[in-house]
């Protein structure tokens, strides 16, 4: 064998290593699930994030063959839930579902996270969008967003408006459209929704952010009424409720929050996907599309690498929102 040849020789054997591998891997994403695969969410039971998942994994289920088993772990900000994925083996059967504050905020409100969403978790995609509506006591003065601004004109500080919690995303929009608009109001924070939206409907607080679902009750039972919505375009299930620049508001000014499943980080990329591509056929099947508009939900799958963009765009949003209200939690 002269020279040429023995180092051709030794190329091969050192490269076949690297074939092995990859070719494992490639087999192996192609056999992807071979047995239960479990998604840990920080979502409670019954929520309608939590509804949503269930009805995606249980097509999962059917369409890749293997149980997709969701294993709720509410609390702690959701770290409970994060911090179990994060220290799971990165195989593809054990994934995580979350709302974008914990992927996005959370990194600016808390100093020290028990997670790195970027570092320690590869996107999926997300599962739907929720928009967020204007909400006012059914029999408030204020017919326009514009109203509003004008009352917080005249008033800095005093007019008051609710979400759910400080940091939550009616918080932050709310924060984000006084920005824009250039007024100031006072933020009063709720721990149930049902409080919430009696205390817009009792006139107690001006008005609050709230998706269909949190506001539900309280508008079918007619003691809200829904002002504008803070979609680009009028929902095709809501054609008399104007966006909020139509309603007088900032020109441009949207809100939205969205729910995505990730995965631990060295998940191998043919399983992350096939994940992606199960995931969006589910989501943007016709009875799934029909089934997220009793919540006001769009379905709202994207690419790994747009789900990641998507988190650092957002994260980028609030920043200077959170820096100026100076929202710090630890």
Do not use: C
Request: hydrophobic share 45%; charged share 15%; no cysteine.
């Amino acid at each position: 064998m002269n020279k040429n040849n023995r180092l051709y020789f030794i190329a091969g054997l050192l490269a076949l290593p690297l074939a092995i591998t990859l070719t494992t891997t490639a087999a192996a994403s192609e056999e992807y699930p071979q047995r239960p695969v479990r998604i840990i969410t920080v979502f409670p039971t019954g929520a309608g994030p939590d509804t949503v998942l269930r009805l995606a994994a249980d097509r999962l289920s059917r369409s890749l063959g293997k149980q997709f088993i969701v294993e709720n772990r509410p609390g702690g900000n959701g770290f409970i839930a994060l911090t179990a994925a994060k220290a799971a083996t990165p195989d593809g059967y054990t994934l995580a579902y979350a709302s974008g504050s914990q992927l996005t905020t959370h990194t600016l409100v808390y100093s020290k996270l028990p997670y790195d969403p970027v570092k320690d978790f590869r996107p999926v995609t997300p599962l739907f969008r929720n928009s967020f509506f204007i909400v006012v006591g059914a029999n408030s003065s204020f017919k326009t967003v514009g109203d509003i601004i004008a009352a917080a004109k005249a008033a800095p500080g005093k007019l008051a408006y609710a979400s759910e919690f400080v940091g939550s995303p009616g918080h932050l929009g709310s924060l984000t459209l006084a920005a824009a608009a250039g007024v100031q109001m006072s933020h009063v924070p709720f721990r149930e929704t049902l409080q919430l939206f009696n205390a817009v409907a009792n006139n107690e607080v001006a008005w609050a952010f709230g998706s269909a679902a949190t506001a539900g009750p309280a508008l079918q039972a007619g003691r809200v009424r829904l002002m504008a919505i803070g979609t680009p375009a009028r929902l095709p299930a809501y054609p008399d409720v104007p966006t909020v620049p139509q309603s007088g508001g900032p020109a441009g000014y949207t809100l939205d929050a969205w729910t995505a499943v990730i995965a631990p980080a060295a998940v191998p990329s043919p399983v992350i996907t096939k994940l992606n591509k199960a995931i969006s056929e589910v989501m943007l099947d016709a009875d799934m599309r029909q089934r997220l508009t009793v919540f006001g939900y769009e379905p709202w799958p994207m690419s790994p690498a747009d789900t990641g963009r998507l988190i650092g765009s957002d994260t980028a949003r609030y920043a200077k929102i959170i820096r100026e209200a100076n929202l710090k939690f630890d």
